[in-house]
């Protein structure tokens, strides 16, 4: 069975700062990845997704993840973190086979400090 | 665009009653979710659906139902309210292709069983 660890629940920078998000999957296949990040009171909406092409993958708002497969890892990283960045932060697998699920880690809640 | 679209957006239940949480997307997806989404605890996937007609059990399907007679609407059916069902219920629909597709979400139902 497929699944995403997110260690920590909570990380703060400073406007500025280098964001570090960590997420390890754990998966039968080779996976799909992806990051969702989550405003107050909203849905989730997509980052960026992994999926077989390019390892370096790049998204929206400055943010991009690497597929590790030796680490079984896809971290996401911002080079300077942004007030606007403040939000929770998903990391999220499936299986590219048929009858495919959507899993979810437990979520990063970021904070950025003046 | 509407997307996904949930209602209702906020709903307080008593213990016993029941209700249905409705999702409906326009999008022509194939696939459909319903999420819940509990403090610290990420996403959990209650119900999902990869087409018209056929619905299979998530990771927590106990205390609900679901159906999908077409392929825009998935609603979630509450038979009998308990207060370990205060949630924030979240429907989302996927493109699934090549790529990887991309999870769609609505803005959710923030439902309070007392």
């Known amino acids: 069975a497929q699944s995403v660890t997110q260690l920590g629940s909570h990380v703060s920078v400073s406007e500025g700062a280098l964001v570090l998000l960590r997420c390890n999957y754990s998966?039968?296949?080779?996976?799909?990845l992806f990051w969702y990040v989550q405003y107050p009171n909203q849905g989730l909406q997509l980052l960026l997704k992994y999926t077989s092409a390019a390892t370096l993958v790049k998204g929206i708002n400055g943010f991009e993840a690497e597929f590790k497969k030796s680490e079984t890892s896809f971290h996401l990283t911002k080079p300077s973190a942004h007030m606007s960045d403040a939000a929770e932060y998903f990391c999220a697998v499936s299986d590219p086979g048929a009858n495919s699920k959507l899993t979810f880690g437990k979520g990063i809640t970021l904070s950025v400090r003046p | 665009n509407a997307g996904v679209t949930q209602t209702p957006k906020f709903r307080i239940l008593k213990i016993g009653q029941s209700m249905t949480l409705q999702c409906t997307q326009d999008m022509n997806h194939n696939y459909m979710y319903w999420y819940r989404q509990d403090p610290g605890m990420g996403l959990k996937l209650i119900y999902y659906s990869v087409g018209a007609g056929i619905t299979d059990k998530g990771e927590v399907p106990n205390g609900y139902n679901v159906s999908r007679s077409t392929t825009e609407d998935f609603p979630l059916r509450l038979e009998l309210a308990a207060p370990s069902q205060t949630s924030v219920y979240f429907c989302?629909?996927?493109?699934?292709?090549?790529?990887?597709?991309?999870?769609?979400f609505g803005q959710g139902t923030r439902l309070t069983v007392v």
């Open positions: 998966s039968s296949v080779p996976p799909y």
């Open positions: 989302a629909s996927i493109n699934l292709g090549t790529g990887g597709g991309e999870a769609f």
